[in-house]
């Protein structure tokens, strides 16, 4: 499909949403997934609830991007009429699952955040985690409600009505379609939400915290003398932080492109097709991030050693297998992570024109 295409920005771009995109999600999937069976077999550290709950987030946010990102770039470059089915999925998919996929992703954020916190709390001040009883899932609840909740006007940014496909004479020829409606079109609605709220709360706010948190845990840890019986648990520490800095790289480097785009003006580059070439990056490194989220595992379970033993042990017998997953559990208890995110401008949506709804 993309050797149609002449070799240009929506040649990169045929290459970049409908071969790199779904083997980032596809790969991302399976990584995360991976990471659940681990962590449902292994839940004796502390923040085995906050991982999975991360990457729940990540499975969601990668199958979500699947439907709501490369859906309606395999239409647009298929050069499908807006009146097909695969334009009536386009529509759905872009109109409804928009805004689940930003409340995942804004999740997720707040999650490897909510771990750090934990970290944090765990390694300089290890008391306070033994003596205040552990009650994980209020969090974690309360950061799904919230990321739910701070999305839930996107759906208010679409305005739905049935379009008649004036091609076919049928009185039965309509598809449910959408259009940005009056508060999608509201400059202050955008200049509250889009320039202030999102940049605060979505990327400077979470980056800071990441920052500093892991800062002062790497601090702690220079500086801390400890016996040579304790220094395998604080190289673990160590390693642990240390993969955290590069989560928040990976964050700095993921989002940073998301939090420009907001600043720019649609109107003046909206039919750019560098520009929309720039929006398919962006699109792509927020699944990046989420596919980067797993490595969290190689931390606190020693490099997937778990899930290679519980593999091994799967084809045992059954003595061993018993053994193998006592030996798992005593290791895990041990050793205690068109195209848009945020506007309907920004997704590949088909019109009653033909075209890409501006």
């Known amino acids: 499909m993309c050797v149609s295409e002449e070799f240009g920005t929506r040649f990169f771009g045929c290459i970049l949403n409908l071969w ?9 999937l399976i990584l995360n997934i991976g990471c659940l069976i681990v962590f449902f077999s292994t839940r004796g550290h502390p923040l085995v609830p ?14 979500f991007s699947f439907l709501v990102l490369f859906l309606p770039a395999l239409h647009d470059f298929s ?34 955040c909510f771990i750090s916190i934990q970290r944090h709390r765990a ?69 509250v939400l889009d320039n202030l709220l999102y940049p605060l709360l979505v990327y400077l706010v979470p980056l800071l915290l990441l920052s500093v948190l892991n800062f002062r845990i790497l601090t702690n ?36 492109g998301g939090l420009a785009y907001r600043f720019v003006d649609q109107e003046k580059y909206n039919n750019s097709e560098l520009f929309v070439l720039l929006k398919d990056i962006i699109n792509l490194l927020f699944n990046v991030y989420s596919f980067a989220n797993p490595l969290l595992y190689f931390v606190f379970t020693r490099q997937f050693r778990d899930l290679r033993s519980m593999w091994n042990s799967h084809f045992a017998s059954p003595a061993s297998r018993t053994e193998s997953y006592a030996i798992t ?30």
């Open 50 to 63: 906050a991982l999975i709950f991360l990457s729940f987030c990540d499975c969601f946010q990668l199958f």
């Open 123 to 191: 390694i300089l001040r290890p008391l306070s985690s033994i003596s205040s009883p552990s009650k994980a899932f209020k969090p974690l609840l309360f950061i799904s409600a919230m990321s739910l909740l701070f999305n839930g006007c996107k759906w208010a940014e679409f305005r739905w009505f049935w379009s008649h496909d004036p091609t076919n004479s049928s009185d039965y020829q309509y598809i449910l379609a959408h259009e940005p409606s009056d508060l999608a079109r509201n400059e202050n609605y955008h200049r």
């Open 20 to 28: 790199l995109l779904p083997l980032v999600c596809g790969v991302g």
């Open 221 to 256: 840890i220079s500086n801390r003398r400890v016996s040579f019986d304790h220094k395998s648990r604080y190289a673990q520490e160590r390693r642990s932080v240390t993969l955290l800095i590069s989560i928040v790289t990976m964050f700095f480097l993921c989002h940073t």
């Open 329 to 358: 559990s005593s290791k895990s208890s041990s050793s205690k992570a068109q195209r848009h995110l945020s506007m309907p401008s920004l997704y590949r949506t088909p019109c009653v024109s033909g075209k890409l709804l501006p």
């Open 79 to 112: 050069q499908s009429t807006p009146y097909s089915t695969l334009g009536q999925l386009a529509y759905l998919s872009t109109g409804l699952l928009s805004p689940l996929l930003l409340a995942f992703n804004c999740a997720s954020i707040w999650t490897i």
